[in-house]
């Protein structure tokens, strides 16, 4: 039988909330004790409506609380570092949404603290939970396809975000491809050796003025000798576009788009279907209450979580490579 | 701002269980205050971990309930009717799963009853709440397709029932077939006015030596002239077979199964794509669901629910006119 | 090595034309030595362009020549029986358009003339040589998938006939389902021993005024015991629908439609495919091609057409079934 | 009406036996009067079958023929330039087979040669007249798809060919990528300004030692700001994999592989559905007749061929600077 695992949320923005709901609806043997936000008022409704007892405008109340073992960190990118390292040195199990950090340096204090405590800790690239791409790695993994050779994603949002928001994003490849540098080393299971991005400002000309870059093929080279392109674009009009294709020895795979129904139109003009599934939180809101399973279980059963601090890192020195290989028009090795 | 229901769950078989669940998890408003088994002793550990107070082996603690002022009904079909008129006189609004009864003669004393007491009552079928079906009745009800020529459900089984089930099932027409005499009404808004029954026994001989059919097209008139037809079996070795078809004067609808996936494998010897959902838990689990939030906005706006007692009987009408069909081996008017 | 085939053609109307062109371009061991049509003066250009040496406009011209061994049957349809009398009676291997009549005593007559003078006689049921449906078959035939329990064909028309058309058709049964008549025997190697034909007119009341239905859903019982279904409409405006489902102890099949291309359009406003193929001349092209070559292969090899006179005797028999139980409201036993 | 042209084939390999059937059968209006092959006595039969007057084993009898107008140029590569001289010379038009040469300053002699004789030179990338992605172009030239964004081509062949093959094949990018190099081109009506080949050997360890590489994702960036990726494979064990996506302002645009039949079966164990089309052959057999169509119409018509000596020129140059791109591992500008 699973012990009691008491938890606090660190940020109740739209990810926050999310998870907090999630663990109370589908988790019987997880409390929510406490959530911390900086907007506590704004927050209050919600939260006593979940039945979750303590609402803190600062998260180090639930630091400070000892009868809480684990923290759930949805609060903004520049605190995840410290947060981590804090809880960390309190004994507290640590599931911290991504990215770790934009920083190198401050990942590896933050890791290098949750490694020191040894806690369990796990970073929030929620996409390996999903159903489509869970069920490609297995195939993978069992060696349905042989070797793999080739790997590809597309990952395409249905609306480009607002200039302000790029300008403090961290730009494209560690905002949106980073969750795509993670998803090729989950489905090939080796490391990137080297990316090369060929990039275009495409979709807002305002996007490349605040220095960043709207659309991109990015090429990569595995360690195991697999060779792989991320298709990314931060607007596709037709919707929220997430596929992936692996090619290997022994045959292919391929993953399309879930869409809201199965309904098929024929009519005199045309014959229509559904666009996908519109945005992330329609897509991909089953793999979040996976991912806690997974995280809850690794807690229970003392195992190592699927999503470890190495798999946080490494993602964010892709997108470094690959911010790099844009800006010098050349592959870069990592 | 919607009014606190108090609800008693009647019956904690597979079905009642995913209702009562289901309520504690989504509806805040809603508080399941008790349940009743006549294996009370079963349910106790899965009622206390739901937070459910009472529970009890008969029914009639939770009928003689004032403060619960809705029930569940998801006992044996022989009971429904009974306790349906029960409730209704306690004055309880009532969601009754399906079918109502399999007497014609009881099911209009159950809603003689209903409807003296001015209760609101809901019968539990699902499908009409079903993301894919919901949209073609959208699509139909907005003239999409102009006006109906012919529709077409088909609804096969992943497994055939045991023979002894089957003696006690009232047959598949009424067992089985009734959830698409309901999705034909509610798909062409028309009634049934004929009905002829091709059918035979080519699964397994045992159920036909209990005295029914394992396979049939069901040839339909309706009121409104279009045509139809329901293509029912047992067994499809393949899995759960739900699927729709409407043509139009301006257009056609289709919908193809649900799948866990979209995963494509292509080797050398072929291309395999993904069964569907195993049965009707994973395929219409959101169903359940979608069908007690309108149930419970019907009692909180005073509103018509959205599958009347009406339609509980007339999928009976139909379906023993089909059952008389094969025996006679003729069409049969409604 | 084959022999050399000299053929006639009989009628050049659409279809004569396709297989007078078919043969000139896809045959090098048959030569098409004279073509015969009422209106010889329309076809000339078209015949001598083709290297077609004898244009007559009686056919008897055909019949009498000694040198040709082989025609091809494209007149009107009241011609069919007395032409296939005498070419039989001449010693000619026949191809002979569907139907061979609509009257039954007819049809035995020619089918005796052809039995009596030992001659190759096919009808031009081309369906059966579509790539589609043939593998359907090959699929069934080899145990794919187990005992036949369902067999159901799809098959509307893009446009309807016009109501002069409709008053010498024969009527739907026996001018468009015919077709279908024959794909079911085809498909199931079994013969049709009951048929209920629930019609309506649904497309154009013009049709109905002349004594014919426009839409139908036909229920079908075969001697080993399986059911079926076809689903005729005279007009689905998305285009010509072409499909077919069967289903087995072992597995199902289904064929989807053929379309134009495999371009998907995916905008802000929907994802749009091609309709099907527009109509028989497009979707079927390929199959009066084939169907020739296995009607000139049975020459050479001396074997049995893949297409018996038996073959076009029980579709218009099937077809009289399904109009009597149209007109009388009641399953026909054949 | 259109003028008579007698055409020479030179080269009756497999390709040039293709065009001649097409022609023969195709072309009321062209004559093939004669073709010429090394291998002459090889090919007699067959020849003479289709109704070839003249059989030569040296193709100046052919350059030499006054009668002759046109030649369809289907000999071995290191030939296509010089006969494309000769036959300028003489004021023949010219259909020649791609590549033109791997050698650009031999394929400037040669359409040198065509323009000052003011020729019919149309160059064999015949996959611009397939179904599929002709109907692409038409989209995005009509603007369905606003301004391109991203092109992407995805060809790979069912089985790799003989290392001995690829010692002389000119490498995969001049043999196999050429056409998708005219297919970028063909789709965004843009020229490549920048292209960088990630390739690997991981098909057969055989075709590295040949000096080739067997895998690669080709990175692009077009004049008109868009940018595209092609994807080649020498072995797909699934295979013939033929497919494009086209990603604009508006909208997107994908075509998925022609299969042999819309047959799919499910099972207990899967569902499946046709492998793609198998080879070229089966694949593209009609674009080969297509392309003969619009070139014989160029002629007739005196207007620009639709692949012209420029098509035939720059899917080289961007051949060799991939090649250069995947030696020096850096992107390469045209």
Same mark, same amino acid.
């Given at each position: 039988m699973q012990q009691r695992i008491r938890v606090g949320v660190i940020g109740a923005g739209r990810i926050g909330k999310i998870h907090a709901e999630n663990i109370v609806k589908?988790?019987?043997?997880?409390? =929510?004790?406490a959530i911390a936000d900086v907007y506590a008022d704004k927050i209050k409704d919600w939260a006593v409506g979940l039945g979750i007892k303590h609402i803190y405008s600062d998260y180090k109340k639930i630091i400070e609380d000892?009868?809480?073992d684990t923290v759930i960190i949805c609060s903004s990118t520049d605190t995840h570092a410290q947060i981590t390292i804090e809880a960390a040195q309190t004994g507290k199990n640590i599931f911290c949404e991504?990215? !770790?950090?934009?920083?190198v340096e401050r990942i590896h204090q933050a890791l290098a603290a949750v490694e020191k405590a040894g806690v369990k800790f796990q970073v929030?690239?929620?996409?390996?939970?999903?159903h489509n791409f869970k069920k490609v790695r297995e195939l993978i993994a069992n060696g349905s396809?042989?070797? !793999?050779?080739v790997v590809k994603v597309i990952s395409r949002d249905p609306a480009p975000p607002s200039p302000q928001y790029v300008k403090v994003s961290g730009g494209m490849f560690l905002d949106m491809t980073i969750h795509d540098f993670d998803m090729v080393r989950y489905l090939t299971g080796s490391e990137v050796v080297e990316v090369y991005a060929n990039a275009?400002?495409? =979709?807002?000309?305002a996007i490349g003025e605040a220095?960043? =870059?709207?659309t991109a093929l990015i090429s990569l080279k595995f360690e195991n000798g697999a060779i792989g392109m991320i298709d990314n674009c931060r607007q596709a009009v037709y919707g929220y576009d997430q596929r992936v294709e692996v090619l290997g020895t022994k045959g292919a795979i391929s993953v399309a788009n879930d869409t809201p129904t199965t309904v098929v139109v024929s009519t005199e003009s045309s014959v229509t279907s559904d666009k996908p599934k519109y945005f992330f939180l329609e897509r991909y809101m089953e793999s979040f209450q996976e991912e806690m399973k997974d995280f809850f279980n690794s807690i229970s059963n003392n195992t190592v979580t699927p999503v470890t601090g190495v798999d946080g890192l490494k993602p964010v020195l892709i997108g470094l490579a690959a911010k790099r290989s844009c800006e010098e028009g050349r592959p870069i090795r990592l």
């Open positions: 589908g988790f019987p043997q997880v409390e =929510v004790k000892k009868e809480i991504k990215p !770790i950090d934009y920083d929030g690239f929620n996409r390996r939970f999903d396809i042989g070797d !793999i050779q275009a400002v495409l =979709v807002d000309k220095g960043d =870059v709207d």
